[in-house]
């Protein structure tokens, strides 16, 4: 189908345009295949909105006749003039909310109509990046930054003990897994296309970090699924024991409560027993998915977008959205896998049901606390890359939509929305710690429900091989690294450490993450002008403090920035 056949009215004049915490604007409306664009046509003005509209959530129209007075002398005052005119009000992923007011009750129903088809396109390859062609990016450069290969060879400390499998190039052991896994070496593909039968969905143990320090892995899957009979699988036990040393103990992370994982016995899923795992101990961690986190998101948007509260009222709901508490789920959770293997130096499998969502995040968040590369602009991007695209996050059923619209629909999540903010926590803790900014990760938050590459499209690697995503859409991660404001990613303040950091989860701790939540504020707006600041000082005090000694040098800068760090910080609370 072509898109102009969604196009009722193409283009509209006379268009005001509001957006919170500033002057309205008047101008041209345009509607595209992808985009909604609004030019500014004031005299001196080359002021542009360019919309993509995949990135619109729900929409809200009204239209009303009006009887308008021309302008002129008292007596044709008099004389009233029949018109109409509606708004359409534009509620976006990235939690804008725009609103237009367009002369003619005709052209706003299509601009409408146009709006609501266009931006609800469930065709992969009629999205936008499929035809987004970016400058300094061909369609034949390598796509993403790592594979499982590449990062098997580069961890010689795993040759020993795992190998390589492609038992799943086809994708038929599991849909979501992708075409290479690190397993233990001793268990042949046979074996893992048992074990892979008895997990949901086909996810079998798999490993995705191996500590530089002591050896021990972190391990993720799905339930085994037991079902009420307990039934057993001989192939899965004996993969999960050849993982670790006969004299080892390893922990089964669940992130279901025990009553959650008993009741999904009734519905066939279930649990590790303690006979047949002999060397592993099971411990569960209750954290919400899907349709709990999706309603705590909504009620938390809600909350921030309304700016009637009184303090009592606003706090209250704050805490009625219980997404901190979510938060603190997260963290708590991956504070405890770091914890048995870097402190008690013990292997760790994770799952929840699916394996899919919950699990992704404590790994992810877990190797982040541990590994000192996770934590660099590029390692970040291939941890993410790696534990969620590659790994199979359904993105596309998690983000079909954000916190605003109508639908709710059973698959949406924001679990990856809630990975960011868990980050975004740490890095306000350790301030020094991350080489990434806080923009960076606001970008990502943006670019998950609505991009214009094709990084985060379907919902696992298979699908992305048959509709050929690879092959013509651009890797947002590649883009990132080479981007031309690429300098607006980096920490001014970074200094590298090999240390493991360990963020505190007490309530006192742990804050709304103001530059996603509240990020269309005239208060959020400033914070960005501040950002920009401290950038520049930072720069400045690096100038200022050359010498010859190097050592003393990078010393007074890291000294100077965190100063100037905590003065900003200080400085934003006051604001």
């Known amino acids: 189908m072509e898109f102009s056949e969604h196009i009722k009215t193409a283009n509209v004049e006379d268009v005001v345009l509001s957006v919170t915490s500033r002057p309205p604007r008047r101008g041209t409306l345009c509607v595209t295949g992808h985009h909604l664009l609004f030019s500014d046509r004031e005299e001196e003005s080359t002021w542009q909105l360019l919309l993509l509209l995949r990135n619109i959530d729900a929409i809200e129209k009204s239209v009303e006749n009006l009887l308008g007075y021309p302008q002129g002398s008292k007596a044709n005052q008099k004389q009233r003039t029949n018109g109409s005119s509606g708004s359409i009000v534009i509620k976006c992923k990235d939690l804008r909310i725009l609103q237009l007011d367009i002369p003619g009750m005709e052209e706003c129903l299509n601009i409408a109509s146009s709006i609501e088809a266009l931006s609800s396109l469930e065709n992969v390859t009629e999205m936008y990046p499929f035809f987004h062609r970016p400058r300094g990016l061909r369609l034949s450069d390598p796509w993403g930054l790592s594979s499982t290969e590449q990062e098997y060879k580069q961890t010689e400390r795993l040759w020993d003990r795992w190998r390589l499998s492609t038992v799943n190039r086809d994708f038929s052991v599991c849909p979501s897994y992708p075409d290479a896994m690190i397993v233990p070496r001793s268990v042949d593909d046979d074996t893992l296309v ?21 050896g021990m892995v972190i391990m993720r899957s799905s339930q085994p699924m037991t079902g ?23 922990y089964i992370i669940d992130t279901r409560s025990a009553q959650q994982a008993q009741q999904a016995r009734m519905t066939g899923g279930g649990f590790e027993s303690k006979s047949c795992y002999r060397p592993w101990k099971r411990l569960h961690r209750h954290m919400e998915r899907g349709k709990v986190l999706q309603e705590s998101l909504i009620k938390l948007v809600e909350a921030c977008v309304d700016s009637s509260h009184n303090m009592d009222r606003w706090l209250s709901k704050l805490e009625n959205s219980k997404w901190l508490s979510h938060v603190h789920s997260a963290l708590s959770t991956a504070g405890l896998v770091a914890e048995c293997v870097e402190r008690d130096g013990h292997s760790v499998l994770v799952h929840g049901s699916e394996g899919t969502d919950s699990t992704l995040l404590v790994t992810s968040l877990a190797q982040l606390i541990m590994d000192p590369e996770c934590r660099t602009f590029t390692g970040f991007l291939c941890l993410l890359e790696r534990e969620w695209v590659q790994a199979g996050h359904p ?17 949406e999540c924001p679990s990856f929305l809630l990975l960011l903010d868990c980050v975004w926590q740490i890095m306000r803790q350790f301030p020094l710690a991350m080489e990434f900014s806080e923009a960076l990760l606001l970008r990502l938050a943006q670019e998950a429900y609505a991009s214009d590459y094709g990084t985060f499209l379907c919902n696992n690697e298979h699908e992305r ?24 990613y980096i920490n001014p303040v970074y200094e590298h450490t090999q240390l493991t950091i360990w963020p505190s989860v007490q309530p006192q701790s742990l804050q709304l993450w103001n530059g996603l939540f509240l990020r269309w504020t005239e208060h959020t707006q400033m914070m960005d002008e501040a950002r920009e600041e401290i950038r520049t000082l930072v720069k400045v005090h690096r100038r200022e403090r050359i010498s010859s000694d190097e050592a003393t040098h990078t010393h007074l800068t890291h000294r100077d920035a965190l100063t100037v760090l905590e003065n900003y910080m200080d400085e934003l609370t006051i604001l």
């Open 194 to 214: 048992k074990a892979a039968r008895f997990r949901q969905g086909g996810r079998f143990p798999v490993l995705c970090y191996c500590h530089h320090r002591n």
């Open 228 to 250: 009420a009979n307990r039934k057993r699988c001989r192939e899965d036990e004996l993969l999960l024991q050849t993982a670790i040393n006969e004299s080892e103990l390893g």
């Open 395 to 411: 993105f596309q059923q998690r983000c079909a939509h954000s916190a605003y619209s109508h639908a709710r629909l059973k698959y």
């Open 465 to 488: 091989h048959t509709l050929h995503v690879k092959e013509n859409t651009h890797c947002l991660f590649r883009f990132l690294l080479q981007c031309s404001d690429r300098e607006q």
